[in-house]
């Protein structure tokens, strides 16, 4: 997990109340995890604009708008994120589209199961961690290369 006193947060965007409540209820149950519910892709969106957030679980079909398209906004804003989408309507054209188009993380049908879909978040925050510590040490790296061309640009001064 993202250190010991940071605390993970999901958003979940769904159209249906029910769904919602489920996956909140499961994840209070079982998890730590702050999360945070929205039945509008526009308001979820506008709140991953403003605060960090660990993993976004969208579902597919929405009226606002389609999962793909609000996860594809996600990406652009939080290229980082793992994206997963959650859907009752399983067909492969659309799941291809959907990993195609918007680096999905995970696939998961309707009705999921509860160990499977902790497992997956889980695999998420960690892929996540893992990649922003991956990126710490290029930038690191990149630092002390720099810095070891700047020494070696006033060592050949010196000589010259």
């Not at 980082?80 to 918007?102: H, M, Q, S």
């Amino acid at each position: 997990m993202p250190g010991t006193e940071d605390k993970v947060t999901i958003v979940i965007v769904d159209d249906e109340d029910m769904v919602l409540t489920s996956l909140s209820s499961l994840l209070s149950l079982e998890t730590e995890y702050d999360v945070k519910s929205y039945t509008s892709p526009k308001e979820a969106l506008s709140y991953v604009r403003e605060n960090d957030v660990d993993i976004v679980l969208s579902d597919y079909l929405m009226p606002e708008m389609d999962g793909i398209s609000f996860l594809a906004q996600v990406r652009e804003v939080r290229p980082e994120v793992p994206r997963i989408i959650l859907t009752g309507y399983a067909d492969k054209e659309n799941a291809i589209k959907a990993i195609n188009e918007v680096g999905l993380f995970q696939y998961i049908e309707k009705p999921w199961d509860n160990d499977d879909l902790l497992i997956i978040l889980r695999n998420g925050i960690e892929r996540k961690r893992l990649v922003s510590q991956l990126q710490e040490k290029i930038g690191q790296i990149n630092a002390a290369y720099g810095d070891l061309q700047d020494m070696h640009k006033a060592i050949l001064k010196t000589f010259v």
